[in-house]
T-cell receptor, first 113, second 114 residues
Framework: GQQLNQSPQSMFIQEGEDVSMNCTSS?????WLWYKQDPGEGPVLLIA?????ELTSNGRLTAQFGITRKDSFLNISASIPSDVGIYFC?????????????FGQGTILTVHP | NAGVTQTPKFQVLKTGQSMTLQCAQD?????MSWYRQDPGMGLRLIHY???????DQGEVPNGYNVSRSTTEDFPLRLLSAAPSQTSVYFC?????????????FGSGTRLTVV
């Protein structure tokens, strides 16, 4: 099946620093999604990307859909303590995979005040 | 508008027992999915549905059954629980299956099989 490799697995940063994480796939996706999960909760959608090369922002978050359609990047600028959590990328291929999301392993973000 | 509601939030089962995890959404979403989350492995798709009466298998379907008799409900049945099914289970729904909107997730059911 499709595999998503997400890196880094964890990050420990100081408040105010910028953060970058990425996902790469062995196959092409039509949609890339970025989610954040707080402890004890379900993932919450941060940003959705729908076409190759697309760059989308949501406040301090910026994500890009790679031009090869096999990767995506998420950047968080000027991190704050409430950014702590697990960040997941998810991809959706077309055709018979429509409606099925494949998730990366997650990036655990810790922000030190 | 409650979104996606999962019950129970916690459950302990003995090996061999069966149970049903409930999922309901009030957003009139056609697409619904069940995922399990294990440490270091992200979320893996168990079963999904593109509408009432239509279900299909995901990446890890063995040991689980689903049915979709209404748009609102998508229960997940564990037929004979095994310790390997100890996990956190998430139900999710979407109006478009991930295209133009993504999935909305419930808060999860934490299942322990002893």
């Amino acid at each position: 099946g499709q595999q998503l490799n997400q890196s880094p697995q964890s990050m420990f940063i100081q408040e105010g620093e910028d953060v970058s994480m990425n996902c790469t796939s062995s196959s092409i996706f039509n949609t890339w999604l970025w989610y954040k999960q707080d402890p004890g909760e379900g993932p919450v959608l941060l940003i959705a990307l729908y076409k190759a090369g697309e760059l989308t922002s949501n406040g301090r978050l910026t994500a890009q859909f790679g031009i090869t359609r096999k990767d995506s990047f998420l950047n968080i600028s000027a991190s704050i303590p409430s950014d702590v959590g697990i960040y997941f990328c998810a991809g959706q291929a077309g055709g018979t995979s429509y409606g099925k999301l494949t998730f990366g392993q997650g990036t655990i973000l810790t922000v030190h005040p | 508008n409650a979104g996606v509601t999962q019950t129970p939030k916690f459950q302990v089962l003995k090996t061999g027992q069966s149970m049903t995890l409930q999922c309901a959404q009030d957003m009139n979403h056609e697409y619904m999915s069940w995922y399990r989350q294990d440490p270091g492995m992200g979320l893996r798709l168990i079963h999904y549905s593109v509408g009432a009466g239509i279900t299909d298998q995901g990446e890890v379907p063995n040991g689980y059954n689903v049915s979709r008799s209404t748009t609102e409900d998508f229960p997940l049945r564990l037929l004979s629980a095994a310790p390997s099914q100890t996990s956190v289970y998430f139900c999710a729904s979407s109006v478009t299956g991930g295209f133009r909107g993504g999935y909305t997730f419930g808060s999860g059911t934490r299942l322990t099989v002893v």
